[in-house]
Antibody, heavy 121, light 109 residues
């Protein structure tokens, strides 16, 4: 059973960098069959896709965040990470990591439980 | 950019009734790249339906999806209290690569 678990600070100061890690168990981030994604959801609002990374390290980002986002992969730790720079209160949200099984279809079949990140001084 | 619009915003029904949720896309979406998710309060979204009409693993057959092009539907037969949730549609293919509808909240009367 594939499991994803987000980790990182729950509070970030404005203008600083938000950093989160998603650790995967029951599967390998090195597998060429999957994309590894970050999404977020402000309280009471809908879902926003942030970006994805492939096993080779190739990435795609949401154009609305692209200038501030970096997603990286660490195959030795079976994890992938999100960095979001110059954060503001608008970046306060629950952040999810999720898997896409590329060979089957472009949908999120496994999700982490989510981690709340608040941006506040 | 493909914009997904969901209706109604809230659906309040009695147990045992049938719920019909709609998702309309501003441009045609490939059937293989359309999905529905269920999100219960305090939980992560869960995949319900993929490729328009295929139920994900463990999803009861009370849930069914249909549609094509720009109009898609999710039906929930014999509504149960455990179905109280927000339901989101999702498309892949247009920038941004993944986008979601605003959600339909299903309540039990």
């Amino acid at each position: 059973q594939v499991q994803l678990q987000e980790s990182g600070p729950g509070l970030v100061k404005p203008s600083q960098t938000l950093s989160l890690t998603c650790t995967v168990s029951g599967g390998s981030v090195s597998s060429g069959s999957f994309y590894w994604n970050w999404l977020r959801q402000p309280a009471g609002k809908g879902l926003e896709w942030i970006g994805r990374i492939y096993a080779t390290g190739g990435t795609n980002y949401n154009p609305s965040l692209e200038s501030r986002v970096n997603i990286s992969i660490d195959t030795s730790k079976n994890s992938f990470s999100l960095k979001l720079t110059s954060v503001s209160a608008a970046d306060t949200a629950v952040y999810y990591c999720a898997r896409v099984a590329a060979v089957v279809g472009m949908y999120f079949d496994y999700w982490g439980q989510g981690t709340l990140v608040a941006v506040s001084s | 950019e493909i914009v997904l619009t969901q209706s109604p915003g809230t659906l309040s029904l009695s147990p045992g009734e049938r719920a019909t949720l709609s998702c309309r896309a501003s441009q045609s979406v490939s059937s293989g790249y359309f999905a529905w998710y269920q999100q219960k309060p305090g939980q992560a979204p869960r995949l319900l339906i993929y490729a328009v009409s295929n139920r994900a693993t463990g999803i009861p057959d009370r849930f069914s999806g249909s549609g094509s092009g720009t109009d898609f539907s999710l039906n929930i037969n014999r509504l149960e209290p455990e179905d109280v949730a927000v339901y989101y549609c999702q498309q892949y293919g247009s920038s941004p690569l993944f986008s979601f509808g605003p959600g339909t909240k299903v309540d039990i009367k």
